[in-house]
């Protein structure tokens, strides 16, 4: 067992917005879209107006600033205001006028916006002459700056609980300034302190906090107004197309060729759908096609493998093709057919079906002209005729002579013909003829059809012929061999017969009755073995194969050991391997061979006979006790059955040996392959 090593399972990733459907992220990426650019919008918005409001409220203390100095300068230009009040500050009385400095004009008008609630000026400074103006913080820091570089200062800030802007400016020290402030050592343009404003903002920020409030509430309505009727273009414009386009594409992978895209939108995805549709037609025009020629090679194929389970049952060829004919004829679909073969001087209808009996008498038996040789047969190729007129016998048959003058007429009831060759190698052999009263023309596909069988007929009308021929020979063989049987045996006898007759004859007018008798006994032995060597040669004919050879060869050998009265010995290892018929034909025929030169020449007294069927060959061994014989001086004298038993072992591609001596015996060794090649 084999340890296999295992990747732990990863962690799904929570995609479901990249999962969801194509409108529905198309509408949240743009409303996020909008969200967030409403988001930066909102907040410039927001930076910008409080920009503007620092700046308003700048503003806003400068000017107050610039009118306080203003009238600071005026009341130092007249070294002070005199008043009838008191106050809470003056310098000093007379005549009931009350003079104030232009600090006590600053402090008491800073009091009185301050008690109404507006804003409160503060004059200090770092070298103080008045301790109620000390600097808080705010104050004290920017004094400290102004020593480095005279600059306003600003800052927002809190008074209590309420938010207030402060801004501070530098006070330079003016001719008018140095009455009061000579003796502390300043300088006209010295800073000798600074002038501070303090404006309440909780009023200007109330009125920006509503302002924002509106914006606010205007973007989101805005946003989801957006939103909303760019849900709605979508799903209109976008959405629902693509839905449908989604739909036929489902559709086209389940297998329905029918479904269609009906898109107006008049932008891209309407071309999109009419690609579609397009594509759609030509994928359904393409299986339908597909389908149709599976189909139809399906039929071909069967029509081929019908065609060959007929040739394959080895029946007569006259049935064979008229059964061929048969399924040709329906396959291509064709009124009727028939087949010719070529003979030396002929060529002959061998079947025909669905023809008017005119149109077979027409073709019946067709003249071939004498110049015509296989391999001028052999160039015709497959031929159709759409046209039928007088030359379509000369179109059909452009080697063999027009059968009658009126054959046009006849096949002229016909609107399309064609014409394939039946061809085996290098040699044509017929032709195979079809009629069909349609308009349609034979297809490309079905005269390829044709060929195909035709090729296929070929090849059988050829091995017909072949085993006709071989039939043929073997007859001659056996002709041969029974000529020659009786002219080693019977025609002998015969002429010794006939002699011994005459001879019987003489004894018998000169009255030698003994003698006659002798001559009697002697003929009469003669006509049984003559008797015997017809039924030899009788059962030499009667010899067939019967897939048992060890069983013919006992029945035979039994017959032979009755009739010899020789003493037969035999020995068979049985075997379940077949043998061919031939083999077996040509073994059984080579012992009745050897058997009989045994009982005619040998003068033997015992035969043994040994039968071995192994694993590619058969072997048999006999062996007798005889006189033997000088085997090289009877093939030179020819002798015709040692010849016809080595012939027949050459033949089947085995071997024969003969070993033979005289007063010695004889012993004979024939090897046959079980399934010799042709």
């Not at 040996?657 to 392959?673: F, S």
Request: glycine share 6%; proline share 4%; hydrophobic share 35%.
């Amino acid at each position: 067992m084999t340890d296999k090593q295992t990747n732990p399972p990863r962690k799904k990733t929570n995609l479901s917005f990249l999962r969801s459907s194509l409108g529905t992220r198309l509408t949240l990426s743009m409303g996020l879209l909008i969200t967030v650019t409403s988001l930066f919008l909102f907040v410039g918005i927001y930076r910008r107006e409080e920009k503007q409001r620092i700046e308003q409220i700048n503003t806003q203390a400068e000017a107050l600033l610039s009118e306080m100095l203003v009238a600071r300068e005026w009341v130092s230009s007249y070294n002070g205001v005199w008043t009838t009040n008191p106050g809470d500050y003056y310098l000093k009385e007379e005549n009931g006028y009350f003079q104030k400095s232009p600090a006590m004009v600053t402090k008491e008008l800073s009091n009185l916006s301050d008690n109404k609630g507006y804003y409160r000026f503060h004059i200090t400074s770092l070298i103080l002459t008045n301790p109620e103006n000390t600097p808080d913080d705010f104050e004290h820091g920017a004094l400290l700056q102004f020593e480095k570089e005279p600059v306003p200062i600003s800052s927002i800030d809190r008074a209590g609980e309420e938010p207030v802007y402060r801004l501070m400016i530098p006070l330079k020290v003016a001719e008018s300034c140095l009455e009061c402030h000579e003796n502390q050592g300043y300088q006209t343009g010295d800073i000798r302190g600074g002038l501070s404003v303090l404006v309440p903002i909780n009023k200007m920020d109330a009125s920006l906090a509503n302002s924002r409030r509106i914006l606010i509430s205007s973007a989101l309505g805005i946003v989801s107004l957006v939103m909303v009727v760019l849900y709605f273009m979508v799903r209109r414009m976008i959405i629902s197309p693509v839905g449908q386009l989604k739909e036929v594409a489902i559709s086209i992978g389940e297998g329905n060729y029918d479904a269609r895209c009906n898109l107006n939108t008049g932008d891209e995805l309407e071309v999109f759908g009419q690609t579609l549709n397009q594509m759609v037609e030509n994928l359904k025009r393409s299986q339908d096609s597909l389908k149709e020629r599976v189909a139809q090679r399906t039929q071909e194929l069967d029509t081929i493998s019908e065609v060959a389970l007929i040739i394959s049952r080895a029946g007569a060829l006259e049935n064979v093709l008229q059964e061929a004919l048969e399924k040709v004829v329906s396959a291509s679909d064709a009124t009727g057919g028939l087949i010719q073969l070529f003979e030396e001087e002929n060529a002959r209808v061998a079947a025909h079906t669905g023809l008017f009996p005119k149109i077979v008498n027409c073709f019946r038996h067709v003249p071939q002209k004498k110049d015509t040789s296989p391999e001028i047969r052999l160039t015709q190729e497959a031929i159709q005729v759409r046209n039928i007129d007088t030359g379509v016998c000369k179109k059909l048959f452009p080697n063999i002579e027009c059968p009658k003058e009126d054959c046009h007429a006849i096949v002229a009831e016909y609107a399309r013909m064609a014409s394939v060759l039946l061809k085996s190698r290098s040699r044509s052999l017929g032709t195979i003829i079809l009629f069909s009263k349609k308009e349609t023309s034979f297809s490309p596909e079905i005269m390829q059809l044709l060929e195909s069988i035709g090729n296929q007929l070929g090849v059988a009308i050829e091995n017909a012929n072949f085993h006709q021929h071989i039939e043929q020979i073997a007859v001659l063989e056996e002709r041969a061999r029974i000529s020659r049987e009786l002219h080693d045996s019977l025609a002998q006898t015969l002429g010794w017969l006939s002699i011994k007759t005459e001879m019987l004859e003489e004894d018998l007018k000169l009255g030698e009755i003994e003698k006659s008798n002798t001559e009697m006994k002697a003929i009469r032995r003669v006509v049984r073995d003559a008797c015997y060597d017809v039924r030899e040669s009788i059962d030499g004919l009667r010899t067939r194969p019967t897939g048992d050879l060890t069983a013919t060869a006992a029945a035979w050998i039994s017959e032979f050991r009755q009739r010899s009265g020789l003493i037969t010995d035999f020995r068979a290892m049985d075997s379940d391997v077949p043998l061919s018929p031939r083999v077996e034909t040509e073994l059984l025929r080579i012992l009745q061979e050897s058997l009989t030169n045994v009982r005619k020449h040998a003068k033997a007294k015992r035969v043994q006979i040994d039968l071995q069927v192994k694993d590619s060959f058969a072997e048999l061994k006999i062996k007798d006790d005889g006189c033997g014989f000088n085997y090289q001086a009877d093939q030179d004298a020819g002798h015709f059955g040692l010849r016809i038993m080595q012939e027949r072992a050459e033949k089947l591609k085995g071997s024969f040996h003969i070993d033979a001596t005289p007063d010695k015996g004889t012993r004979i060794k024939v090897t046959l392959p079980l399934y010799p090649s042709m």
